[in-house]
């Protein structure tokens, strides 16, 4: 018979696990990895004209990048209403060529409508003086975007940059926009004759195609360093379509791909759209698929409105192999966000804020004020609103408060708010748990 000290301890050591979180995240409110830019916040053929754009799905998600074909990003309307966001737009200049034709450019050797085109094309943007980046043509590797060999590609390539320049120097001008997995030895290829040729582009971009947003850190390096060996300099870099079908409604697969391009120090993002065999998912209604086919949004609208809401400069997550989320401070909104999401099951979590006092706006009084709510995975359906679990002046103790977030199950996200409480509020006991709604 097991001896009754022994059952005591244990008892007390396995409601002790279970308070304290099986699994733990320390967030670092000293460090500053840089400011917030949203640089994953880029939508595609999202905007068709000021009236169809829904502002309670679109706007809320502060957009900070659009690429659309030639015929909505030479729509004024369309243009106004992106620099309403202070947004940034790219121009896809293939689609405006088309791609179910049976002509291509250089067929027969004849360049003189491609070459029109790209000139038509930068003339009513210097006419209209619009903002716009030239995107020469999209996804050349993949077959039902460019059925002509590679060394087509690349003379399409050069006459269009050397066009653009003659008449706008200054332009910015992005590609290859290759796709499919991480085509590096294409870019580079790419990169080689484009220096000899002296085309080379403003932006150097390709398309992330995948599950793991975190290979866009790899992969971001390895072209870095190529760039180095062989003397070649690029002012950005664009990942101008990210996430594959099988990621791309998970909260906390994306935020792995937001965590990932930051780190990468990607300088614009644009999330890609999937079918979903009822509609589009490049509609204005769908959002990229962000939203059902009527607008209404899915769960993994809420992952992208939570880091709309982080600003200021980022600070350092402890991120683990079931747990991925970033987060800032902002001095001078006088709060901090975050979004954290659950790669796979993680059970009771326990995340810690180190270095209160390094954000004294949080700590007022000796307490900080934290909001945490739930966002249940609703997959292709609409979701619900946001669980509140956790709405509480929490403690601080030894510089740093806790709390716990209870059974935080696969793709599920939560959205904190970290906010200094005013002197006459009262303050809570330093008892995480007791403060949860369940």
């Known amino acids: ?65 659009f690429r659309h074909r030639p015929s909505a990003a030479l729509d004024r309307a369309i243009y106004d209403r992106i620099q309403d966001f202070g947004g940034t737009l790219t121009m896809v200049l293939s689609d405006g060529w088309g791609y179910s034709g049976t002509e291509w450019p250089g067929d027969n050797g004849n360049w003189t409508k491609w070459e029109k085109l790209v000139s038509n094309y930068v003339d009513t943007i210097l006419t209209n003086k619009l903002n716009i980046y030239y995107d020469i043509w999209n996804e050349s590797n993949y077959e039902r ?17 050397q066009i653009i320049r003659d008449k706008q120097p200054d332009a910015v001008i992005v590609g290859p926009s290759y796709t499919k997995e991480f085509p590096y030895s294409k870019i580079t290829d790419f990169l080689l004759y484009a220096k000899k040729n002296n085309v080379l582009p403003t932006a150097l971009c390709w398309h992330e195609m995948h599950s793991d947003g975190n290979l866009v850190v790899e992969h971001t390096a390895q072209l870095r360093k190529f760039m180095a060996e062989h003397d070649i300099t690029i002012p950005q870099f664009h990942i101008n379509e990210y996430s594959r079908y099988e990621s791309h409604i998970d909260g906390a697969k994306i935020i792995k791909y937001f965590v990932g391009l930051h780190k990468a120090k990607i300088d614009v993002a644009v999330r890609a759209c999937w079918s ?153 006991p330093a008892n995480p748990k007791s403060s949860l709604k369940e």
């Open 145 to 161: 975007y460019w059925p002509r060999s590679e060394e087509r590609f690349l003379e399409t390539w050069r006459r269009a940059v």
């Open 276 to 428: 979903n065999g009822d509609c589009s998912g490049c509609s204005p209604e769908t959002l990229n698929n962000l939203a059902t086919c009527d607008g209404k949004p899915k769960s993994i609208w809420w992952a992208y409105k939570g880091y709309a809401d982080i600003t200021g400069n980022l600070v350092d997550i402890s991120n683990t192999s079931k747990l991925i989320g970033i987060g800032g401070k902002d001095a001078y909104a006088g709060n901090a966000n975050f979004v954290i999401g659950a790669l796979e099951d993680a059970g009771s979590v326990t995340l810690r804020f180190k270095n209160i006092d390094s954000t004294p706006y949080l700590n007022i009084n000796g307490a900080v004020k934290v909001v945490a709510q739930r966002v249940l995975y609703s997959g292709n359906e609409p979701t619900k609103e946001p669980i509140e679990v956790l709405n509480k002046n929490i403690k601080v103790t030894n510089n740093e408060i806790s709390i716990v977030l209870p059974d935080f199950e696969k793709s599920q996200v939560f959205l904190l708010n970290l906010n200094g409480i005013q002197q006459d509020d009262l303050v809570a």
């Open 1 to 65: 018979m097991m001896n009754y000290r022994i059952l005591k301890i244990l008892i007390v050591l396995t409601f002790s696990c279970t308070y304290s979180g099986a699994q733990e995240v320390i967030i670092d409110l000293s460090t500053n990895k840089g400011p917030m830019t949203h640089v994953a916040s880029g939508f595609l053929h999202t905007v068709r004209s000021k009236t169809v754009a829904s502002t309670q799905t679109l706007d809320p998600l502060a957009p900070k990048h």
